[in-house]
């Protein structure tokens, strides 16, 4: 972790550092970024009264890799929606899918979906594509390595999990999981540096289990090597903040962003913020935070505050305290990794909170809102700007999503509408140590 190196990846900042006129500084740590997003993510959010659902996936304009994927993600949302019908339960049903890419060496594009549901036995599930774009097909482990691949992981598999977990493996249910079997085997992505495959909950273990192995372990059955990985310099967090002068004395609103970044719309936003020296908070998705380091660096240099919006946006009060705790750390981790710094305000999925949620968050702000644009339910820059600035008011913490082009739309006109209007565009940290408090909605 310690060895620098300076991909393309890092141009783009220390361009920044430059024009800043910032001496860099020794570097003490460095994050790699195994995964890359690929083409654009497609989000749909809902959610009423009875159920809802955060699905993540990305559009790659690779024909076939597109519908095999949105055919996945169709049957997980209609079985959902299906099994909703009949859901009589207190706590409302929740679906999320987020979306890791992967590629190795320019040709194997890999795609992994996260499936979270709060309503079968079996509540997580991760989905697999693996696609090969100089053949043009998706692809199996047996496509993709020499004969006999199957049968070398499921020994190293075993050998590992007996070897790390030996209380855990001398049941019926390993014994039958690790087989090797393609059908044991057809969960997996290619990382740059190495293959890795998965076990689904309650395929070994009652948990799901990850198996990592080196493409040099497996050289008998692949000429592929471990790639470089992009690493990504963090900087000294104090030396850049812009510091600017707020008025305590005047009106002003937070906007904040939540569930990003993306690249399209985050980046717009961003611009239309620094064109008139404005700030935002931007709750990100821990799950999207490495995908995106540099746009994490540009929101701090610019002066905008990073939120934690947890890493996958499940909703913590159904989570265990042990499960939450980890949505959080993680995400504190990751951020604090590309940009040396850790949230200090946290904005839980769907607004979500109860006790145990609230020990969790202590010693962080937990912040929900005072205007909800709903944006992603309109999708009309018209009806967002309408809503927001025939509703706002002075402290007011404004919900938006940095998902949609029609939410970068309104923000390209609001931002200077409010600020026209004589409000400071101001940070959820600012509006708060400003006394600012939105009543009920900073806790
Ligand atoms: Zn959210």
Redesign the pocket.
């Known amino acids: 972790m310690i060895k620098v190196k300076l991909h393309k990846i890092v141009c783009p900042f220390l361009a920044m550092l430059m024009l800043v006129g910032c001496a860099q500084k020794p570097h003490l740590s460095t994050t790699t970024s195994n995964h890359q997003e690929i083409g654009e993510s497609v989000h749909e959010l809902y959610y009423d009264e009875h159920y809802m659902m955060n699905i993540d996936y990305p559009k790659t304009n690779i024909e076939k890799l597109d519908e095999e994927i949105q055919a996945s993600v169709q049957e997980l949302r209609s079985q959902y929606v299906n099994a909703v019908q009949s859901y009589q339960e207190e706590d409302k049903a929740e679906l999320n899918i987020s979306f890791q890419s992967y590629v190795k060496n320019d040709r194997y594009i890999s795609i992994k979906l996260d499936v979270y549901q709060s309503i079968y036995d079996k509540k997580e599930k991760i989905v697999s594509i693996c696609y090969d774009r100089e053949n043009e097909q998706i692809v199996q482990l047996e496509d993709i390595f020499d004969k006999g691949i199957i049968e070398e992981i499921a020994k190293q598999a075993k050998t590992y999990f007996e070897t790390s977990f030996p209380d855990e493996c001398g049941d019926t249910t390993f014994a039958i999981g690790i087989v090797p079997m393609p059908h044991n085997y057809q969960t997996f992505v290619m990382r740059k540096d190495a293959l890795v495959v998965y076990f689904q909950e309650g395929a070994l273990f009652d948990k799901s289990a990850t198996f990592e192995v080196k493409y040099d372990d497996i050289e008998e059955f692949t000429s592929m090597k471990q790639e470089d990985v992009a690493t990504f310099v963090p900087y000294d967090d104090i030396l850049n903040e812009p510091v600017k002068m707020i008025d305590k004395g005047k009106p002003m609103v937070a906007l904040t962003f939540?569930?990003g970044p993306t690249r399209k719309y985050t980046i717009a936003i961003l611009d239309a913020l620094k064109e008139n020296q404005a700030s935002a908070t931007f709750f990100i998705l821990g799950s999207r935070a490495n995908n995106f380091p540099e746009i994490l660096q540009r929101m701090v240099l610019e002066g905008n505050e990073i939120g934690n919006?947890t890493f996958s946006?499940k909703q913590l009060t159904t989570l265990s305290k042990e499960n939450v705790e980890e949505e959080i750390a993680n995400t504190q981790e990751s951020i604090h990794n590309i940009t040396n710094k850790y949230p200090e305000m946290i904005r839980p999925?769907?607004g979500s909170k109860n006790d145990m949620v609230l020990q969790c968050t202590q010693g962080k702000k937990l912040v929900t809102w005072s205007l909800d644009t709903q944006d992603w339910k309109s999708r009309n820059p018209e009806v967002i700007v309408n809503k927001v600035l025939s509703e706002v008011k002075d402290g007011d913490i404004i919900l938006l999503?940095d998902l949609y082009d029609s939410t970068a739309q309104a923000a390209i006109i609001l931002i200077p509408k409010l600020i026209e209007e004589g409000y400071q565009l101001v940070t959820v940290s600012q509006l708060y140590e400003a006394g600012k408090n939105a009543p009920g909605k900073i806790l």
């Open positions: 939540d569930d919006h946006h999925p769907y999503h």
